[in-house]
């Protein structure tokens, strides 16, 4: 496998994979990977001729007073990780060499960004689009592959290639969670033991409002206060910054529940803000 | 020659031609080709082995109270002129498929967007950007042509480029300009007889103001002085937007010119708003 520091060396690879008339799958990460970003490369693996990773802690997609400078970091246990894999290259780029002096370009997505974490995060999916955008340019994939738990990352890029006429599949991948439930983050690091065994009302509550709704619930405030109840009565609950129901294509909120709808959440443990969400099919075969 | 509508249709035509190993050359318009039109396809015809112009009057580049609907339009004389200069393909999308329902996405240059016309037509700059930056992902160029006339947007097109790594070479070609000095311009067709004589004082102002350059006047203030006073002589001419001494690279006002710069000039004659440039080049051999 080849470890792939200038963007130039990781043009020409692509370039010469393509020349090949090989196929490349693209997983972009931010590092200290765990089993979710492992089933996006096994995903690109299945489906293409080579898979390139990319490692990279994106400083625009961080707020002023968010994690950027204690994220995690591994990068040895990570090249070692995707190597057993079966991918044919990482690249960990400098961020000197992505924002180089005089960088002044952003990509927004007016409508997808508006609501969940847009709200709370509002720099955050420019600072997204941007970094994968120059990833999809540098690396020229043919496909991508994100993962569900950032539901909201998923629906804006597959827009934004959309939009921008990019021939690139963008290929949501399911949440992969711990064996309590727990969606694995990087962040679940953050949780100290209390926190961590906490957290794990998130999926409850996600998993207590789906069976609402399925059950004929089609009020989507009263399934909101269900969640919210059920997850403030954690003692390390800081915050919730939100309890959404939303039409899953258009992020918007629904009131009435009358089709497929995603509940997402976001909500502070401490110190550390964890997301989450579960979708819900509304058909015949809902429940008695 | 081909002449092509669908988004479909032409990135096959161009995934061919790159199969084939031939560079494309690109020539983005609005349309009403003139001679300066014409000088971009003979540019990219000289190096590429296969040119692609577009015609596409881009609504999102217009602001409210702008020409969009009276914007001139000769299709079928294009078609004639691109085909006598060469060129292999003309795309001439529909703005349903270029914009369709649910479109959401701009890309901001923060920087170079913010003097000039971006003072003036604060929404020009994201309209442009997101057409070519579309329009190249349609057509994937090796290289791609811009007129100097629309200097701004040549800088803003090329940092795009740099910033969201596009593998695309952008030339800038000469301003060409009517035998009269007035730059070449689709626009020129709205001014009256005596707003057409008039409007020839642009170009000789802005030469007044680089000899006055050239012979050591280093304070812009008074060589912009001289220029709009030249400018105001004209009966016709309706309103100054800006004369401008700007460091061409960055765009950014210079108060004591030192280096090479870009003298830059907007301004109505009658309802009807041209632009133009020239460059400055400072150095040893300057007039005595």
């Known amino acids: ?37 492992l089933s996006l490369i096994r995903k690109a693996k299945e489906e293409n001729d080579v898979v390139v990773v990319s490692i990279f802690v994106n400083p625009t997609q961080f707020g002023t007073n968010e994690d950027f400078n204690k994220y995690p970091k591994d990068e040895k246990g990570d090249i070692e990780k995707i190597e057993k894999e079966g991918a044919s290259a990482v690249f960990i780029p400098d961020a000197s060499e992505i924002y180089p002096e005089g960088f002044q ?38 496909r991508a592959y994100f993962g569900k738990k950032d539901y909201q990352q998923f629906r804006v890029i597959e827009q934004m290639c959309k939009d921008l006429n990019l021939d690139i599949k963008i290929t949501p991948c399911p949440i992969v969670r711990e064996k309590d439930g727990l969606a694995m983050s990087s962040r679940n690091k953050y949780l100290t033991e209390e926190e961590r065994r906490d957290a794990t009302i998130l999926y409850q509550a996600l998993t ?50 009358e089709s497929d709808v995603l509940i997402a959440v976001a909500a502070y443990f401490g110190k550390t803000r964890l997301i989450d969400n579960i979708e819900v099919e509304i058909n015949a075969n809902n429940y008695a």
Chains 1, 2 share one sequence.
């Open 1 to 37: 496998m080849e470890v792939i520091k200038s963007i130039t060396e990781v043009m020409e690879f692509s370039q010469e994979t393509r020349d090949k008339g090989k196929a490349i799958g693209f997983v972009p990460t931010m590092g200290y990977l765990h089993e979710g970003h």
């Open 105 to 142: 370009t952003y990509v927004e997505i007016e409508e997808l960004t508006k609501n969940l974490c847009g709200i709370f995060r509002p720099t955050h999916f420019s600072g997204v689009t941007i970094i994968v955008l120059k990833l999809f340019n540098i690396i020229s994939p043919k």
């Open 208 to 257: 207590k409002g789906k069976d609402a709704i399925l059950y004929h619930e089609r009020d989507a405030e009263a399934v909101i206060k269900k969640i919210k109840e059920t997850i403030m009565s954690k003692k390390t609950l800081n915050k919730i910054d939100y309890v959404s129901i939303v039409n899953p294509y258009t992020l918007t909120n629904v009131s009435h529940i």
